[in-house]
């Protein structure tokens, strides 16, 4: 059982590039998460997913697309790369049925330059 | 604003020495809590899920409480392998998880 799979690991990107950070996750979950985690601040939730075919914003949305393809894939898309965005990023998806646990991948390491 | 924020930022304790972490939360309405162990370089892991005022949960050193406005983390005796960030979280509407800043703990030998 692979839980939630994240690619790339680490990624390197110069300012305008764009890339897709893609996430799966093979528990049957409906819910599903990105967040950006940088130092002293936590994680911040970028946007998420109840459900497939619906996003919702988060606390810090900006300058972030997202897609629900399915029920197992929720993929987070920077158009124009800025250094603010440099960060680690965590995909989580929830088990609604038992106690609303979130699991999290492994995070994708982000920097740009 | 939903808010949630955690104190220490960083907390050092010998090892068998106990002590407490705090979760302080100020949300539209709390629909659960949750705490979850992070270790370096991986993602956070589930610990526990508070819903009400009052209830407790306890898995080996740690236990859980949650009041009307705050949630505490205690660790009894801790062992170095309890060294860790430990993240609190709020659902503040269906679905929607917030995150704390994280304590920073470690247990020295």
């Known amino acids: 059982n692979a839980g939630v799979t994240q690619t790339p690991k680490f990624q390197v990107l110069k300012t305008g590039q764009s890339m897709t950070l893609q996430c799966a996750q093979d528990?049957?979950?409906?819910?599903m998460y990105w967040y950006r985690q940088d130092p002293g601040m936590g994680l911040r939730l970028i946007y998420y997913?109840?459900?497939?075919?619906?996003?919702d914003k988060g606390e810090v949305p900006n300058g972030y697309n997202v897609s629900r393809l399915n029920k197992r894939e929720f993929s987070l898309r920077l158009e124009s790369a800025a250094p603010s965005q440099t960060s680690v990023y965590f995909c989580?998806?929830?088990?609604?049925?038992?106690?609303?646990?979130?699991?999290f991948g492994a995070g994708t390491r982000l920097s740009v330059l | 604003e939903d808010q949630v924020t955690q104190s220490p930022e960083a907390l050092r304790l010998q090892e068998g020495e106990s002590s407490s972490l705090n979760c302080s939360y100020t949300?539209?309405?709390?629909?659960?809590l949750f705490w979850y162990r992070q270790d370096p370089g991986k993602g956070p892991e589930f610990l526990f899920t508070?819903?009400?005022a009052g209830e407790e949960k306890e898995k080996e050193r740690l236990k859980a409480t949650l009041t009307k406005k705050e949630s505490f983390l205690h660790i009894t005796a801790p062992k170095p392998e309890d060294s860790a960030t430990y993240l609190c979280?709020?659902?503040?509407?269906?679905?929607?998880?917030?995150f704390g800043p994280g304590t920073s703990l470690s247990v020295i030998p």
């Open positions: 989580a998806s929830r088990d609604s049925r038992a106690k609303n646990i979130q699991y």
């Open positions: 528990m049957n979950h409906n819910s």
């Open positions: 997913s109840a459900s497939e075919g619906t996003t």
């Open positions: 949300v539209s309405g709390l629909r659960g």
């Open positions: 508070l819903y009400s």
């Open positions: 979280a709020v659902e503040t509407s269906y679905d929607k998880v917030i």
